[in-house]
């Protein structure tokens, strides 16, 4: 048999049907679903007179309009309060699982499937949202829709898809101190740009990947989009099954250990092609932060920006200039020593427990600088229960910082946490886009780590420099 | 949605010379909170069209009354970033049908070609040669061919492009993917049950 890679693997196992000329029908696992990009699909349902094909793969969560603040009181303003009551009107009407505000189970779509065992090896997985490649890390096929193709799968359990490309991305030896998941990603962004895996489906590999925690896999694959990836996903392992193991919905007992042995044979054959591979050096990397208003705008936090003379071989400069201009930056400044006046700990990329342990653990006895406003926002209720039960909270509030109630927040801006106009914030999310955490705000997207070190100095800070002090 | 069928389509066009446009910028987030489509075009490239204190920005391509018609063409990575469909409506709100670049982000291409607007892909070169004639003669008339996969600008040059068939018959026809799986229902459930046998549900 002709050796395959893991993603083609999944893919085929999925195929319903293969007619020529006509994109696959494929069949789709796990839906998750959301209050901003779903009422328009279950309009379409009733306008068709169809019920959803089977309740039981798809989940609702509510989490990009909602307050971070006062959960438990109506959301105050009305065209998100209209969103999550239309959202729980629809999944009553339908028979579809709901973690509504309030419940111990609701967060950020792509941090609560895999906490609750959803998100398992194997599968394919759809979600009218473009960092459900944060699934990929437990080695299945996980990748972002648009609401007509929500309904697609609402009616059919299937969406109509070309098969994309494979592209292999395999990090090499070990990661220095100071350096984390986020790194590597906003390294490899940087180096192939924002669109350089455009049609492709991403694998990571390599020692440096299989060195990673889930959560720490998490937020690789999580931004795979932000190269242009559709998805990106690692082969499932033993540090996979632990973290599985005994979750909600995750198979249980004897189920599980049948699980694990078919999970086992996912991974790619040797001497399987891919379309592209690229291999990188884990000691090349540093701690990372963006200048610019793409996620491709990326240096080494110890770099300087680069002028337009540099990047002119690159041919366009006009979208250069006006990002830095937008960002208040000239070519070939430094960002060592910048003043930032927020600080965003949150988003599907960066705020689950580890995250919040890692940035505990840097500030703890310490205390914010004076002129920075400080958001730790926890992906989920059950992230949010766990930092209280081991008082991290208490850390976060000696040292200044505002412990919220989950939801995507300040990553777009879609409740009441925005960066107001003008202002720098530094973010743990994946977008720093013009306005993306608020009209005219400026977004240095980094690592938890880079984060909580400028809440404390108050500026972007080299965490490597800063942890020997 | 009923969709618009589009076959034959001649008009002027405007040129958005930016590279990367992602879909934070057709729409922002904090107009999503809508829940019916329609609507959409009010908002689009709203920080771009108005300022702080929503005035028309006047340098602004589209708030430019030289510019008009049903075409966009825009720099190579259009429509990168997030997922919202929200963006391919705001754009067919607005009033075109066609966007033209030399490379559009995968799922924004494939939010627009489900509700009936062209994503054209074009040579760097047709796309540098096609903004530098549309920005100095707006009045210029392009003409997309979609039944032939032609592209021509009026005095200039054409150029092929490509399509998936079965997707341009549905732009044709003004039909969606809903209508083919629904058609699939039950070899869909069949291999449900057989999904659920090999990984059991919950
Ligand atoms: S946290 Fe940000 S990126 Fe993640 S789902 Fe929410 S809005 Fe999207």
């Given at each position: 048999?002709?050796?395959?890679?893991?993603?083609?693997?999944?893919w085929?196992?999925?195929?319903?049907k293969?007619a020529d000329g006509?994109?696959?029908a494929l069949f789709?696992d796990?839906h998750f679903i959301h209050?901003?990009?779903s009422?328009q699909?279950?309009?379409?349902?009733?306008?068709?007179?169809i019920p959803v094909?089977?309740?039981?793969?798809t989940?609702?969560?509510?989490?990009?309009?909602?307050?971070?603040k006062?959960?438990?009181?109506?959301?105050r303003?009305a065209?998100s309060r209209?969103?999550?009551?239309?959202?729980?009107?629809?999944?009553?009407e339908f028979?579809?699982?709901?973690y509504?505000?309030?419940?111990p189970?609701?967060?950020?779509?792509h941090?609560i499937?895999?906490?609750?065992g959803?998100?398992?090896p194997g599968?394919t997985i759809v979600?009218g949202?473009s960092?459900t490649?944060?699934?990929?890390?437990?080695?299945?096929?996980?990748f972002?829709i648009?609401t007509?193709e929500v309904?697609?799968?609402?009616a059919t359990?299937?969406?109509l898809q070309?098969?994309?490309?494979?592209?292999r991305?395999?990090i090499?030896?070990?990661?220095?101190?100071?350096?984390?998941s986020k790194d590597?990603?906003l390294?490899?962004?940087s180096?192939i740009?924002?669109?350089?895996?455009?049609?492709?489906?991403v694998e990571?590999?390599?020692?440096?990947?299989r060195g990673?925690?889930?959560?720490?896999?998490m937020t690789?694959?999580?931004m795979s989009?932000?190269?242009?990836?559709?998805?990106g996903?690692?082969?499932?392992d033993q540090t996979?099954?632990?973290?599985?193991r005994?979750?909600?919905?995750?198979?249980q007992?004897?189920?599980?250990e049948q699980?694990?042995?078919t999970?086992?044979?996912l991974?790619t054959?040797p001497?399987a092609?891919?379309d592209?591979?690229?291999?990188?050096d884990a000691?090349?990397?540093?701690?990372?932060?963006?200048?610019g208003?793409?996620?491709g705008m990326g240096?080494?936090?110890t770099d300087?920006i680069p002028t337009?003379k540099?990047?002119?071989s690159?041919?366009?400069?006009?979208?250069?200039?006006n990002?830095?201009?937008y960002?208040?930056?000239a070519p070939?400044?430094?960002?060592?020593g910048k003043p930032?006046?927020y600080?965003f700990?949150?988003?599907?990329?960066n705020?689950?427990i580890?995250?919040l342990?890692?940035?505990?653990?840097?500030?703890k006895?310490k205390?914010?600088?004076?002129s920075v406003e400080?958001?730790v926002v926890?992906?989920?209720?059950?992230v949010?229960?766990?930092?209280?039960k081991?008082?991290l909270?208490?850390?976060f509030e000696?040292?200044?910082f505002e412990l919220?109630?989950?939801?995507?927040?300040a990553c777009?801006?879609m409740n009441?946490?925005k960066v107001?106009?003008?202002?720098?914030c530094?973010s743990?999310s994946n977008?720093n886009f013009?306005?993306?955490?608020g009209p005219?705000s400026r977004?240095?997207?980094?690592s938890p780590?880079?984060a909580?070190?400028a809440a404390i100095?108050?500026k972007?800070?080299?965490?490597?420099?800063?942890?020997?002090n | 949605?009923?969709k618009?069928?589009?076959s034959t389509?001649?008009s002027t066009?405007?040129?958005?010379?930016i590279?990367n446009i992602?879909?934070?910028?057709i729409?922002p987030?904090?107009?999503?909170?809508?829940?019916?489509?329609?609507?959409?075009?009010?908002?689009?490239f709203r920080?771009?069209r108005f300022?702080?204190?929503?005035?028309p920005?006047?340098?602004?391509?589209?708030?430019?009354?030289?510019?008009s018609g049903?075409?966009l063409?825009?720099?190579?990575?259009?429509?990168?970033?997030?997922?919202?469909?929200?963006a391919?409506?705001?754009?067919?709100?607005f009033g075109?049908r066609?966007?033209?670049s030399?490379f559009?982000?995968?799922?924004?291409k494939?939010n627009?070609l489900?509700?009936g607007?062209?994503?054209?892909?074009?040579?760097?070169?047709?796309?540098k040669?096609c903004?530098?004639?549309?920005?100095?003669?707006p009045?210029?008339p392009?003409?997309?061919?979609?039944?032939?996969q032609?592209v021509s600008?009026t005095?200039?040059?054409?150029e092929?492009f490509?399509i998936?068939?079965?997707?341009?018959a549905s732009l044709?026809?003004?039909?969606?993917?809903i209508?083919?799986?629904l058609s699939l229902?039950?070899e869909?459930?069949?291999?449900d049950?057989?999904?659920?046998?090999v990984a059991p549900l919950?």
């Amino acid at each position: 048999m002709e050796p395959k890679t893991l993603f083609d693997k999944i893919w085929d196992a999925h195929v319903v049907k293969r007619a020529d000329g006509f994109p696959h029908a494929l069949f789709i696992d796990r839906h998750f679903i959301h209050e901003v990009t779903s009422p328009q699909a279950f309009d379409g349902l009733r306008a068709r007179g169809i019920p959803v094909f089977n309740t039981r793969r798809t989940t609702a969560t509510a989490d990009h309009n909602v307050p971070t603040k006062d959960q438990h009181l109506p959301i105050r303003e009305a065209l998100s309060r209209h969103q999550v009551e239309t959202l729980r009107k629809n999944c009553k009407e339908f028979g579809v699982d709901l973690y509504d505000l309030g419940h111990p189970y609701q967060g950020i779509v792509h941090i609560i499937g895999p906490e609750l065992g959803l998100t398992l090896p194997g599968m394919t997985i759809v979600c009218g949202d473009s960092h459900t490649s944060t699934h990929g890390a437990f080695g299945n096929i996980a990748f972002g829709i648009g609401t007509s193709e929500v309904e697609q799968v609402l009616a059919t359990q299937c969406v109509l898809q070309h098969k994309p490309k494979t592209m292999r991305i395999e990090i090499n030896g070990q990661l220095g101190r100071g350096v984390v998941s986020k790194d590597i990603i906003l390294y490899i962004i940087s180096k192939i740009s924002s669109s350089g895996a455009t049609g492709y489906f991403v694998e990571y590999a390599g020692e440096a990947i299989r060195g990673l925690s889930m959560e720490a896999r998490m937020t690789v694959c999580n931004m795979s989009i932000e190269m242009g990836a559709r998805g990106g996903l690692i082969a499932p392992d033993q540090t996979t099954f632990d973290y599985i193991r005994g979750r909600k919905f995750a198979p249980q007992g004897q189920a599980f250990e049948q699980a694990v042995e078919t999970w086992k044979a996912l991974i790619t054959d040797p001497g399987a092609r891919y379309d592209k591979v690229l291999t990188f050096d884990a000691a090349d990397i540093g701690p990372m932060i963006t200048y610019g208003t793409n996620p491709g705008m990326g240096m080494c936090v110890t770099d300087r920006i680069p002028t337009a003379k540099e990047l002119a071989s690159l041919g366009d400069t006009t979208s250069f200039t006006n990002s830095l201009e937008y960002m208040g930056l000239a070519p070939g400044d430094f960002l060592l020593g910048k003043p930032v006046d927020y600080v965003f700990i949150g988003s599907c990329t960066n705020a689950r427990i580890e995250d919040l342990r890692q940035v505990a653990r840097l500030v703890k006895g310490k205390k914010r600088a004076e002129s920075v406003e400080v958001w730790v926002v926890p992906g989920s209720k059950q992230v949010e229960a766990q930092a209280r039960k081991e008082g991290l909270d208490k850390i976060f509030e000696e040292a200044g910082f505002e412990l919220r109630s989950p939801g995507c927040s300040a990553c777009l801006g879609m409740n009441e946490d925005k960066v107001p106009p003008g202002k720098y914030c530094i973010s743990t999310s994946n977008r720093n886009f013009e306005g993306r955490q608020g009209p005219r705000s400026r977004t240095f997207l980094a690592s938890p780590l880079s984060a909580a070190a400028a809440a404390i100095t108050g500026k972007v800070t080299d965490i490597r420099t800063w942890m020997e002090n | 949605m009923a969709k618009e069928k589009l076959s034959t389509l001649i008009s002027t066009a405007v040129p958005l010379l930016i590279e990367n446009i992602d879909t934070d910028q057709i729409i922002p987030a904090r107009f999503l909170k809508a829940t019916t489509r329609e609507g959409f075009g009010e908002n689009l490239f709203r920080d771009w069209r108005f300022d702080a204190a929503n005035q028309p920005v006047r340098d602004f391509v589209l708030n430019n009354p030289r510019y008009s018609g049903k075409i966009l063409v825009t720099g190579k990575n259009f429509g990168c970033g997030s997922s919202r469909e929200h963006a391919a409506w705001a754009i067919y709100d607005f009033g075109f049908r066609v966007v033209i670049s030399s490379f559009f982000a995968d799922i924004f291409k494939n939010n627009a070609l489900n509700n009936g607007l062209l994503p054209l892909v074009v040579s760097e070169n047709f796309l540098k040669k096609c903004l530098e004639r549309v920005t100095a003669e707006p009045a210029t008339p392009i003409t997309v061919d979609l039944p032939n996969q032609v592209v021509s600008i009026t005095g200039g040059p054409s150029e092929h492009f490509e399509i998936n068939p079965y997707k341009k018959a549905s732009l044709i026809n003004g039909q969606d993917d809903i209508d083919y799986l629904l058609s699939l229902r039950d070899e869909i459930r069949e291999f449900d049950n057989a999904r659920q046998r090999v990984a059991p549900l919950p």
